[in-house]
């Protein structure tokens, strides 16, 4: 059972131990928003360990994303860089070419 459905088994025992209303007896203001909150003023629970462990790995794993940037920076420079010379090209065919040369 989670929080909401005790809270609401809590206000229906509730409401069940209430006097029978008087026939011209109508609701008070604001009845409906208290109802409501107290419907939801359940304790916030911790979250489960689950939850707890999944946003560890994830920071971890955003850490050895990070970390192997890094260790890499200069091969991705040197990726985009276009200056030196007898690097390999996205042309299938030249690169065929520059290895039969």
């Known amino acids: 059972m989670n929080p909401s459905e005790k809270s609401w088994a809590r206000l229906l025992a509730a409401a069940r131990r209430a006097p029978p209303p008087a026939a011209d007896e ?5 009845f409906a ?5 107290l419907a939801f003023s359940a304790p916030a629970s911790s979250p489960s360990i689950f939850g ?5 790995a994830a920071a971890v794993a955003a850490l050895l994303a990070l970390a192997a940037v890094a260790a890499n920076y200069t091969a991705i420079r040197g990726a985009f860089d276009d200056t030196s010379p007898g690097q390999a090209t996205d042309d299938p065919v030249s690169e ?5 040369s």
């Open 26 to 30: 109508a609701a008070p203001f604001g």
């Open 33 to 37: 928003t208290r109802v409501a909150a």
């Open 52 to 56: 707890r462990l999944a946003l560890r």
């Open 96 to 100: 065929v070419v520059d290895l039969g």
